[in-house]
């Protein structure tokens, strides 16, 4: 079965520099979320979609923003980076209403800023 | 906002021993669900609780919803090196689509 893709799976940067996280979530889902894991930490939630519009905002910093396009994947673009945004960025989809609302996890995208 | 709080954050254990994780929402939730993650690994999905006062089994784990929908448990009997990991709780929380995690708890277990 199709699972999460996100890609590239790692990234190095270096400060102020931008990048762009991609995800392609299972078919058919209509929610889609992202999340800023860093080590030894939950994951933290940080946007989401339902339905290519943004339903909610974590604490997704002002550098960032995302956004869903019409074949319902979704990128993660962030800006002047700085060394605290390495982590690991999870994006994750799932049905938002009906009986199985589970989330299904991409395996990530390692990001270093050095 | 809506938060989710588990504690312990560590629990050390013996082979063979219990384990229990819990869960508090500052809300009431739609539904709460349940995550493991490996290390290195991602959050694989465990299972979804929706019903108030809802108890589920899979094998040696228990999960439990509360009666007002805000609080939940996770119990491993007999614990296994393989149940090593951290587990996560996570809310879902009203209509706006914001699935909330738990800090997690990171469970060791001792052979």
């Known amino acids: 079965a199709a699972g999460v893709i996100q890609s590239p799976r790692h990234l190095i940067k270096e400060k102020r520099e931008t990048a762009t996280l991609k995800c392609y979530p299972i078919?058919?889902?209509?929610?889609v979320y992202w999340y800023q894991q860093g080590p030894g930490q939950d994951p933290q939630f940080l946007i989401s979609?339902?339905?290519?519009?943004?339903?909610d905002k974590g604490s997704i910093p002002d550098r960032f923003s995302a956004q869903q396009f019409s074949d319902y994947h979704s990128e993660l673009n962030m800006s002047s980076l700085e060394l605290g945004d390495s982590a690991l960025y999870f994006c994750?989809?799932?049905?938002?209403?009906?009986?199985?609302?589970?989330?299904?996890f991409g395996q990530g995208t390692r990001l270093t800023v050095v | 906002g809506q938060q989710v709080m588990q504690i312990p954050q560590y629990q050390h254990v013996q082979e063979g021993e219990d384990f229990t994780t819990y869960c508090n929402s500052s809300?009431?939730?739609?539904?709460i669900q349940w995550y493991k993650q490996r290390p290195g690994g991602h959050p694989v999905f465990l299972i979804q609780l929706v019903k108030s006062g809802e108890v589920k089994k899979q094998k040696r784990l228990t999960f439990q919803f509360g009666e007002a929908k805000k609080n939940s448990s996770l119990h491993i009997t007999a614990t296994q090196t393989t149940d090593v990991g951290t587990y996560f709780c996570?809310?879902?929380?009203?209509?706006?689509?914001?699935?909330?995690f738990g800090k997690g708890t990171k469970l060791s277990v001792k052979p």
């Open positions: 996570a809310g879902l929380g009203g209509s706006q689509g914001n699935l909330i």
């Open positions: 809300t009431t939730l739609s539904n």
């Open positions: 994750a989809s799932s049905f938002l209403v009906g009986v199985n609302t589970e989330a299904f």
């Open positions: 979609f339902y339905e290519k519009m943004q339903s």
């Open positions: 078919p058919r889902h209509d929610t």
